[in-house]
Every structure is written in structure tokens, then in C-alpha cells.
């Protein structure tokens, strides 16, 4: 039987074992990947690409063609009864917070394709229509036994092995890994379709009812778009048994709008869970992705949470396989992905709720007191300052892990933890430095010193691991971080701030490296 001798097994290509794939080639470590499935998924199936995720893309070099490919999505119209009851425009929201102030209308199939063809212009390739049968694990690696499209069976000797494998993972189940959670009981369907009616494609379409609510998301092509909505409470049939003829009688007759829907592409139903593991994690093994939490599809944030487990963990696993980190850097993992599922899942619960519960009380804020108020309220910058971070994942913190470094951070309105501040530099956002897949030491300095000592100094010890950059304390960037004499920020590989301090000697570089990552 053959065996293949690499770094990591990556079980599962979607959205999140791509990401992790692409993040590994960036990195510079070896790994196969392997699905069940012939390849990319055909189906658009998840839609919303947040800024986080962008920003992500943009490491790749991937982001200018997602948002080409894809559709910002402008205004959110509200209706009863084909009547507009209010309308909000998106299309700008966070703007000052990210590169990417919107949300993307990117189909899950495009985004697996930009990924795949990263990887395959990187010499890599998916080993499609492959199993995952078995594996084992001792104190010093993983041993795979995969299934191929001919039935021949391989061996795989890695050193971890991660499960990418969806909410059945096979992986999860194998470690024996509690998924716990809720389902809601009602029946939702999405079909991606055409329509013919009298509403602009610049918007999206939210159709308030009494007890349910019917949305048209607007997609790339002509009078296309993607509609989901809920069979009532007491709806007895099981998913498989639903013909479309009943999804379309049943948006007509909730969004209560004319409308011809003139082809259609793809539909499913479904019922929603909200569930999360225990742990990420068991000895050299891992989970990313849904085979580790799924939650409502409210506010689009199921694959953008994978790409960022897969973020999060790639860089970790690399530098333990380079000897640049002790092995417990890979705890972190789970202390940081974990409780940001379990919000995760509390968040999109509430946010669910209003748009799909039945309550009276839900129901009355949805259709009378909501619509006309959205513009309003989400017209203050106080507002907008916390739903966009919220919603476009920029907001996720780490503060209280392991990796955050608190002890100069006391004076500064940024901390260890938060994702680094986006704001410009010279008219360029500060993000254009941040592309190399290394820690990132940024001195801001008020221009009395060039620093060249201490470039000197990091280059001639950490060249492989840190890149020093620079950066004028502007008056704009002293308010970002609430600072006013010269300081230095160390950022991890995915752009999270491990320290930040007024000392810009490189010792608290030093004692950050050895005795939190565990570098020597």
C-alpha cells in the first residue's frame, strides 16, 4: 500500500480547507487535501463575503477579483404588501473601519473557485473523489488511511491532521468531540432563481409578513437572485419530500408582490441548527469550520467564520513545524475560536429570531416599528461604529488569550487582542504593509528618529520571522490608537496585536517572542 509522507492532512476542500490550504502554501508547509466530492461545489449555496474575509483575500492577492466578481450589496428595501415601508443603504457602512466597508454577494462556488485556482497556480492540487476511512494518533503524529475514486486505499503519515468536513464531520466523530446545540423547528427553503417584476436589482428585498419574512438578495446577472424564506410552523413534510412548485406558492404568497420567476437554478430546504463543539481540538487533531459550529444563516457569517478558523490556525501550526514556536502556541486555538463560536451562535440566534420568530412582540418590531426606524438609527456613527465590526467579524478580540500581552497596553484605547486599526497612511491603508505571512513590529514615530538601529537589529535576528516597519504618528493615527509620544506594536501573522507599548527598544520584542510564542 503507498504512503504519502507529509506535513498535514487537511480532510475536507469547501470554503475553510481551501483557506487553510492557500494559508499553508503561504507559509511555506507541505500538506495534502482531500474530498469526498468530484469538485468545487456547483451550488452557490452560502452568499455574503464580510470585510474580514476580504482582508484575508487581500494577503492572497485574491480580493480585487472576489469584489470584481462579486456585488456590494447597496440598499436593504423593506415591504408589506408591496408596499416599501423603508430602505437603508449598506453600501458604505463601514466606512473608516476597513478597506472593505460593505458586504459582498459572492456565491460560495466562486469563492471555492478563486481558492482552488490559487492553490493549483501554487503547483497543489485537491485530491478529489477521496475518502478519509481511519486515522490514528500518537504523541509524534497522524496516520491516515484514504479511499480514492478507484477504491485504492493510501496511507498518509503527517505530523496533524485537520477536520474541514462539514456539520457530519467524520473527523469530529472519530475524536469522539461533543455538537451540541438547538435546531429550529421550522422548515426553511432558498432557491437562486430570475425574476420579472417591477423591483430595481440594486437592492435587497425584504418582504415583512405577519409571521414570516421572504428576502431577495440581488446576485451577479441579469434579474437574478437568491430568495429564502420559512414554511409555517406545522409544516409536516421531511426536506426531501418538497417540490418547488410549494417554494414558489409559498413566496408568492408571502412576499404578496407581483412577480413571474422565470427560471430557476438551484433550490434546497433545510432546517436550521445552532450547534458548536466542545472543544477545537484532540492531540494533533483539529477541526475548522462547520465541522465545528453552525449556526442561523443570519447576517451571512457561517463561511466567513471558517476561513477565519482557518486563518487563525494556519500560522500557529507553522511556526511550531519551523521550530519558531513551542507546541502549546496550538492550545490557543481553541481558546480563541472557541468562545467566539459560542458568541457567535448567541448572536446570529437573536438576529434569527427577529427575522423569523413567531412572536408578537418580534412580529410587531418587524413590520411596524423596524422599517421606518433603520434609516434613522443606522444613520448614527455610534450605530454604525458597532453593528458593522459586529457583522463584518472586524470586531472579533482575542484580549483575553494566552497570546495577548497586556502589559504595556494600559494608556492606549487599542489592546493586545483587537485586530489591528485600519486607517490610512499617505493616502495607502495601513493593511499594504501587512501582507507577508510574518510577525509585524510597527514602530510609530513622531519623526525624531529613523529607527535605523532597530531595523538593523530585526533584520539581522528575525528576518524569517518579523518584517519592522516605520510608521509617521499622524495626528489621525494618534486618535486611532489614543496615543500621543512614539510606541511600538508587535502584530501577529494574522494581523492581531500581541503587544503594544511606549518602550520601543526591541525587550519587549525579546520577552514576547520567548516567553509567550516560546521562540529561543
Not at 459550529?293 to 463561511?303: D, Y
Amino acid at each position: 500500500m503507498e504512503t504519502i509522507n507529509t506535513d498535514i492532512v487537511i480532510v475536507g476542500a469547501g470554503p475553510t480547507g481551501l483557506s487553510l490550504a492557500c494559508q499553508f502554501i503561504r507559509y511555506g508547509v507541505d500538506f495534502v487535501i482531500i474530498e469526498k466530492n468530484e469538485g468545487v461545489t456547483p451550488f452557490s449555496k452560502a452568499l455574503g463575503v464580510h470585510a474580514r474575509t476580504l482582508e484575508i483575500y487581500e494577503q492572497l492577492g485574491l480580493a480585487e477579483r472576489a469584489t470584481t466578481q462579486g456585488a456590494i450589496t447597496g440598499k436593504v428595501r423593506m415591504l408589506e404588501g408591496g408596499v416599501v415601508l423603508g430602505e437603508v443603504d449598506l453600501s458604505n457602512i463601514g466606512e473608516g473601519l476597513s478597506s472593505y466597508p460593505y458586504m459582498l454577494v459572492l456565491e460560495q462556488s466562486e469563492n471555492e473557485r478563486l481558492l482552488y485556482e490559487y492553490l493549483q497556480s501554487h503547483g497543489k492540487e485537491v485530491l478529489w473523489h477521496t475518502e478519509l476511512e481511519s486515522f490514528s494518533q500518537t504523541e509524534t503524529g497522524v496516520t491516515a488511511l484514504i479511499k480514492n475514486a478507484t477504491g485504492a486505499s493510501q496511507v498518509i503519515e503527517a505530523k496533524y491532521l485537520v477536520g474541514c468536513d462539514g456539520p457530519k464531520s467524520m473527523v469530529r466523530h472519530a475524536l469522539g468531540l461533543s455538537f451540541e446545540g438547538s435546531t429550529f423547528e421550522r422548515l426553511f427553503y432558498v432557491a437562486d432563481v430570475q425574476i420579472d417584476w417591477k423591483y430595481s436589482h440594486d437592492a435587497l428585498h425584504v418582504c415583512l409578513a405577519r409571521n414570516a419574512v421572504v428576502a431577495f438578495f440581488p446576485m451577479k446577472g441579469e434579474n437574478r437572485y437568491r430568495i429564502v424564506g420559512a414554511f409555517p410552523e406545522g409544516f409536516d413534510k421531511d426536506e426531501g419530500e418538497i417540490l418547488y412548485e410549494e417554494i414558489e406558492g409559498r413566496i408568492k404568497e408571502e412576499a404578496e408582490i407581483a412577480l413571474e420567476i422565470s427560471r430557476v437554478n438551484w433550490f434546497s430546504t433545510y432546517k436550521v441548527h445552532t450547534r458548536h463543539v466542545n472543544k477545537f481540538s484532540e492531540g494533533r487533531c483539529f477541526l475548522a469550520g462547520d465541522s465545528a459550529h453552525i449556526h442561523t444563516p443570519a447576517g451571512g457569517q457561517g463561511m466567513n467564520t471558517g476561513i477565519q478558523d482557518a486563518y487563525n490556525l494556519a500560522w500557529k501550526i507553522a511556526l511550531v513545524l519551523k521550530g519558531d514556536a513551542d507546541e502549546q502556541i496550538l492550545e490557543t486555538y481553541n481558546e480563541e475560536r472557541l468562545p467566539n463560536a459560542e458568541r457567535l451562535a448567541g448572536t446570529t440566534d437573536s438576529m434569527f429570531n427577529l427575522a423569523a420568530g413567531s412572536d408578537w412582540l418580534l412580529n410587531l418590531i418587524r413590520t411596524t416599528v423596524f422599517p421606518p426606524m433603520a434609516k434613522f438609527i443606522l444613520s448614527f456613527d455610534v450605530v454604525k461604529a458597532r453593528f458593522f465590526p459586529l457583522i463584518s467579524q472586524i470586531g472579533i478580540t482575542y484580549r483575553d488569550g494566552f497570546l495577548s500581552d497586556h502589559g504595556g497596553d494600559g494608556e492606549f484605547d487599542v489592546k493586545a487582542g483587537d485586530r489591528m486599526p485600519y486607517f490610512l497612511v499617505d493616502g495607502k491603508s495601513i493593511y499594504d504593509k501587512l501582507r507577508e505571512p510574518k510577525f509585524h513590529l510597527l514602530t510609530f514615530s513622531d519623526g525624531r528618529s529613523d529607527y535605523q538601529a532597530t531595523r538593523d537589529e530585526v533584520e539581522s535576528e528575525y528576518a524569517h520571522l518579523i518584517d519592522y516597519h516605520v510608521v509617521p504618528l499622524y495626528p489621525h493615527v494618534a486618535e486611532v490608537f489614543g496615543a500621543s509620544k512614539p510606541f511600538n506594536a508587535l502584530l501577529r501573522p494574522d494581523n492581531y496585536i500581541g503587544f503594544i507599548s511606549q518602550e520601543t527598544s526591541l525587550d519587549g520584542l525579546r520577552a514576547y517572542l520567548n516567553e509567550v510564542i516560546g521562540h529561543s
